[in-house]
């Protein structure tokens, strides 16, 4: 069974002093540890590792097919 | 650093050491790329791979002429180059385009190359879209670079048998678009 993150726990695994980066979109929580363009859980200047990104991904230059590449490790508690 | 130019780019409501950041990162993408293709180039050998080497050989050396043009601009806006070229190469843009584990397959050195200017593609349009009537010269530069960039995934993905480039060769000299910087 999936587990289910709140806001808070996701925060938690922002890729930081050796955390796994978890993001989140459309529900999904990604794990994109093993991205190079997600080290140290940042990922093109502005976007950082255990927040939810539906809104951002709006406004990124390529779309949530990038995101089949990583596993889904649960599912985002709606507020 | 340009002094007046930096505050120009402010005034206009760019975030300058985002837009900076996002250069060096850019800039890093452009020279690592440099590198990992000229050992793709060196590995595109045989009946199939000979076929591919001058565009793998045009797209490398005009990546290395983005890094040159992407660097002014850098420290015109107050930016720098990291000392450390190895945290240089892990803050670039892209992934590495490393050689596959079977350089003899064609094919999966076709789609390191595709991804690698795909990657580049989504980079310099976002910087377009972020700099499009505030910061001029950035926006000319990085539009500069995109059509080359686009012209580079056009031709790795008609030989991926994606559907024809639409494009010549280069008739000659390298850099259409850049050299102007380059000058």
Redesign the interface.
Known sequence: MMRTFTKKELAHYNGKNGLPAYIAYNGEVYDVSESFLWREGKHQVIHHAGEDLTDSLDQAPHGAELLERFPVVGMLQED | MAKVTREMVERSGVNVD?LV??LV?NAAAELTTYYYYTILRFNLIGLEGEGIKEIAETARIEDRNHFEAIVPRIYELGGKLPDDMKEFH???????ASLPGDPTDVMAMLKVLVEAERCAV??Y??IC?LTAGKDHRTYDLAQAILNEEIEHESWFSEFMGEGPSGHFLRRGETSPFVSKFLK
């Open positions: 985002e950041e996002r990162k892990d803050l670039s843009a892209c992934p590495p989504r980079g349009t976002h879209n």
